[in-house]
């Protein structure tokens, strides 16, 4: 078992970096989202920062019950569960065609966000041994990823814009490939918590629901903890306003495209120089 688990902790490790650097967050859609929302789509303005502030609504609320469900149903099936609903917010991103759609589709992918802000923390806490430097590891292998991702996001959002020009979908599947990718990464990862068998005797799912009330009920009941679900909701909301409303004002004074997404690729990139300057200080 020991041999098992030393292989198991190798293949997450090995795959961890690359999997993160696809998956942190979507790939080709932000830099054209707003475009393909109003332009392609024919949602207003309105309807766009509307959707944004319900997703912000639907990750505060799905915090809690998203780290019972990762407890519950384990960290790898977790992992994959929230990359198929990637892909599935994708889809709808693409077909849709009114408010309703849109804000089903950013539920979808509050759900998504929700478990992997979870399950893939989890995933590599498990799979690093318990040693001082633990925290250490942890810390590198999830800023190399995060910066691998800033430097890909960078470039995908450049090339966005002048697929975009070519075909307004092309980003959006391109997106949709990337979603998938992760998803197939995620596949070869090892629950190495289930391996342990750390769990040994599973809870019931009216067990679940007794904590999941308990655990609202002091949310509740607690001054400091409504106050920081509030502030996480409010700077989320104000963080999707401010971005959709410049690129609202890109827009209306007839920015091309291509320096639209150019704008979010000098972003990507001072982000990546950002993590890349936390790992070397750590």
């Known amino acids: 078992m020991d041999k098992e688990i030393i292989e198991a902790r190798k293949q997450n490790l090995k795959l961890y970096s690359m999997y993160r650097a696809i998956s942190l967050d979507l790939i080709f859609y932000y830099a054209i989202e707003y475009l393909f929302l109003t332009e392609i789509k024919h949602l207003s303005p309105a309807s766009v920062v509307l959707g944004g502030a319900f997703y912000a609504t639907f990750m505060v609320i799905l915090q809690i019950p998203a780290s019972i469900v990762v407890d ?29 759609t849109l804000i089903i589709a950013q539920f979808i992918s509050s759900l998504c966000f929700s478990l992997k802000n979870v399950s893939d923390k989890a995933l590599i806490q498990y799979t690093i041994p318990e040693t001082r430097k633990k925290g250490e ?22 090339l966005a814009g002048f697929l975009y020009l070519v075909n307004p ?6 997106s949709l490939i990337f979603a998938g990718l992760a998803t197939f990464i995620s596949l070869g990862f090892v629950d190495i918590q289930k391996m342990k068998q750390e769990k040994i005797e599973k809870k019931k799912t009216t067990e679940y629901f007794l904590e999941l009330k308990d655990v609202f009920k002091f949310i509740i009941n607690s001054q400091r903890l409504r106050s920081l679900f509030l502030y996480s909701g409010i700077s989320w909301g104000v963080y999707n306003l401010v971005n959709t409303y410049r690129s609202s004002l890109l827009v209306d004074i007839n920015v091309p495209p291509e320096l639209i ?22």
């Open 72 to 100: 519950r149903v384990g960290t790898k099936r977790c992992t994959v569960i929230a990359n198929i609903f990637n892909m599935i917010f994708i889809f709808l991103v693409l077909n849709t065609s009114n408010l309703q």
């Open 137 to 158: 590891i942890f810390s590198k292998l999830e800023g190399e990823g995060t910066k691998n991702y800033y430097i890909i996001n960078a470039i995908t959002s450049l």
């Open 169 to 174: 979908y092309a980003p959006m599947i391109c």
């Open 261 to 282: 997404t150019a704008i979010a690729a000098i972003a990507g990139i001072a982000s990546a120089i950002r993590i890349k300057t936390t790992i070397i200080n750590t």
